[in-house]
């Protein structure tokens, strides 16, 4: 597509209950990055795929979070049991590889009630 | 592990008056940087960027940055601001020297007045 897109927009779950969050990248980026803006710790890096590499999970808040990218294209964003303070807008970018511009996708606003 | 620091939270200018949105970078080597806008509700959109050459970079929207390594700064201008330049700002530093794993300033917001 012409840009990264993100689904769903907008999410609303319940506490404990688990979450999946998508983003389909630009076509042929091989690098793919979720961030997370929440109100009170900005935007923060998340995890980070290279191509075939394994994935950098040095972001993830917790092991509630996972990630998983198939066939180096879409990739699933996953929070278990979530909490309220996981509330924010999850954010995917990609890029021709890790060293080139991030472009952003619209984001998914996920709330817990 | 790099940083960014932008100082001002809040900005308020009016229409055709000139801009400046201050931004601090920390790390050691020679940085990638970058300057975002987020207008409400939507995603990041990339105004401009420094990998290195030129420390006077132009962007989108007639925005411009300077890279100073003696200051640690990375300023972004702009002449003549536009209503439409309302929006959140951001400047970002890869990791390490590269593009990737993105630090962000807490961004600061500017509101224009007709």
């Known amino acids: 597509g012409a840009g990264v897109s993100q689904s769903p927009s907008n999410k609303v779950t319940e506490k404990g209950k688990d979450v999946e969050l998508r983003c389909d990248p630009i076509?042929?980026?091989?690098?793919l990055y979720w961030y997370r803006q929440s109100l009170g710790q900005g935007l923060e890096f998340l995890i980070y795929?290279?191509?075939?590499?394994?994935?950098?999970k040095s972001g993830l808040p917790s092991d509630r979070f996972s990630a998983e990218r198939t066939g180096g294209s879409v990739s699933t964003l996953t929070i278990q049991r979530t909490q309220q303070e996981d509330s924010a807008v999850y954010l995917c970018?990609?890029?021709?590889?890790?060293?080139?511009?991030?472009?952003f996708g619209p984001g998914t606003r996920l709330t817990v009630l | 592990a790099q940083s960014v620091t932008q100082p001002d939270i809040h900005i308020t200018v009016s229409e055709g008056a000139s801009l400046e949105l201050r931004c601090n970078y920390s790390?050691?080597?020679?940085?990638?940087l970058f300057w975002y806008v987020q207008s409400p509700g939507q995603g990041l959109q990339l105004l401009l960027k420094?990998?290195?050459?030129?420390?006077l970079v132009q962007g989108i929207k007639g925005f411009e940055a300077e890279f100073k390594r003696s200051q640690s700064s990375f300023n972004l201008r702009k002449p003549s601001v536009h209503w439409s330049d309302a929006a959140e700002y951001f400047c970002?530093?890869?990791?390490?020297?590269?593009?990737?794993?993105?630090?962000f300033g807490t961004g600061t917001r500017l509101q224009v007045t007709l």
């Open positions: 970018a990609s890029s021709w590889r890790g060293e080139d511009t991030q472009y």
């Open positions: 076509s042929g980026h091989t690098a």
């Open positions: 970002a530093v890869g990791a390490a020297g590269t593009a990737s794993k993105l630090t």
């Open positions: 790390y050691g080597a020679t940085p990638y």
């Open positions: 795929f290279q191509g075939n590499s394994a994935p950098d």
């Open positions: 420094y990998f290195s050459g030129d420390t």
